[in-house]
């Protein structure tokens, strides 16, 4: 009778460990799956704004995938904590105003990675230059086009023409003289700061 009990108490232990590994396993394709339609969705729209845009418009277009990247983030935001985003925060973002975002970063900064530094001056207009540094490759001599912040990243769109994927790096380990760029490609670049810029249109941000 003993043998029986230690039998079934074994046999429900054996079934409910298997549940829980068939149940970890559903979630995770579940997981995988929807995280992969909002990747896929999110490169879509992406790719959407920049057919749309004219090669000769980097500014609009980086304006468009901040304020893109600024909605998805409010719509998360709201979503994780159940209620949505105030309506001046998506009226921001749908209007494309990243300026709140982008004054931050107003200035000059030295961009080093790999040991290879450029020196990227950001101004408030949303125009950017780089001009090599120390072990920068002679050329180019300059790199220019449009940048804009959005949440937690910084999106680049180059006057030589659009790049795929969009060069959309997160910012890390921030604070007031510097902050770290992921770049698409995995690399790590350190921005420092040179020379802090403030000028009228970033008055109050």
């Known amino acids: ?41 999110r490169v879509n729209c992406l790719d959407r704004t ?21 909605r998805t983030t409010l719509a998360a935001a709201g979503a994780a904590s159940g209620a949505g985003a105030d309506s001046k925060s998506n009226a921001t973002a749908s209007a494309g105003d990243t300026r709140p975002a982008r004054c931050r970063y107003v200035g000059t900064w030295a961009a080093t990675r790999g040991g290879i530094t450029y020196q990227v001056s950001l101004d408030a207009d949303g125009r950017f230059i780089a001009e090599p540094g120390a072990n920068a490759p002679p050329s180019p001599s300059q790199i220019t086009g449009a940048w804009s912040a959005a949440g ?18 997160p910012v890390s380990e921030a604070s007031a003289d510097g902050f770290t760029l ?24």
């Open 1 to 41: 009778m003993l043998t029986d009990h230690t039998s079934s108490q074994s046999s429900w232990v054996l079934r409910a460990i298997l549940w829980s590994v068939a149940l970890v396993i559903i979630f995770m394709l579940v997981y995988k799956i929807a995280f992969r339609k909002q990747v896929e969705q």
């Open 182 to 205: 992921r770049k698409v490609n995995g690399s790590s670049t350190r921005y420092a700061l040179i020379e802090r810029r403030t000028p009228a249109i970033c008055a109050g941000s």
């Open 152 to 169: 937690n990243v910084l999106v680049w769109v180059y006057d030589t023409g659009p790049v795929w994927p969009p060069d959309i790096n």
């Open 50 to 70: 920049a057919s749309a845009e004219p090669a000769n418009s980097p500014l609009t277009s980086v304006n468009k995938y901040a304020a893109f990247i600024g």
